[in-house]
């Protein structure tokens, strides 16, 4: 008998940057519900460009 869960039945999201559906990973099992990008290449190409919280930081 096989063990775990087919590929057909995990859990899907849509990724915001390029509207593809990807599945759960076993990385993102802790964290599923903040996952909002399929790969690290959306994730840098977001909207809004670079990280808002460092926008104030002066040198």
């Known amino acids: 008998m096989p063990k775990g869960i087919a590929k057909s039945d995990l859990p899907t999201k849509v990724c915001v940057v ?3 559906p990807f599945a759960w990973r076993k ?3 802790k964290v ?3 996952v ?3 790969s690290d290449a959306c ?3 977001r ?3 670079a990280r808002d919280d460092l926008s104030g930081v002066q040198s």
Do not use: L, S
Request: glycine residues 12%.
């Open 18 to 20: 390029c509207q593809r």
């Open 32 to 34: 599923w519900d903040e």
């Open 43 to 45: 994730r840098r190409r």
């Open 36 to 38: 909002r990008y399929c």
């Open 27 to 29: 990385k993102w099992a």
């Open 47 to 49: 909207p809004g460009g």
